[in-house]
């Protein structure tokens, strides 16, 4: 059974269009994340829900809208596809909204968004 | 979060230990050091974590200096498998979210 679950794993599609990405974790987490890895590879964070609540918003533009309709679910919508939003976007999980105080994030497998 | 700095890249012999460093001098009492590492497309995937002492699993040994300016990854007997981006974190216990930089790119030789 996979821990973080995403889906699309790839998605290719035009600027200008919308597109959600879904997220499952089925470990029980009470907190989920949103990161983006870019083409130089650097992750990073762009929203945390911590029991349906947001409790992290980067500096991300309002076209992302994360939506948590329950502690198990975090899904990303876009809107207004740009050519830099093409990167690849991880789902992450952890128990507590200190994931990072209790040691591990456990990460989904990426979906790999490209905007032509 | 303190600020980490990691080689760029490493290579190691297959069967050999492989130790990556990490600095972070900036270190304050409450922050720990936590390792991920990322396999090629592959999501992140925690190793260990530590906050003075040297801490094992059945990963990788974390050692941490005793000034804590400094700490070293250790595979014990490197695998093809352990070929990945290596992250050092370097975060207090109020952050609710992990910050990566750009890690350390080990290449496990055959």
Redesign the interface.
Known sequence: DTA?SQTPKYLVTQMGNDKSIKCEQNLGHD?M?W?KQDSK?????MF?YNNKEL??NETVPNRFSPKSPDKAHLNLHINSLELGDSAVY?C?SSQG?????T????????SRLTVL | DAKTTQPPSMDCAEGRAANLPCNHSTISGNEYVYWYRQIHSQGPQYIIHGLKNNETNEMASLIITEDRKSSTLILPHATLRDTAVYYCIVTNTGRRALTFGSGTRLQVQP
């Open positions: 973080v907190t994340y990161y590879k650097f992750l990073k964070i945390s409790i992290i991880f992450a909204p200190r994931g990072a105080n040691g591990e994030l456990f990460f989904g497998e990426g």
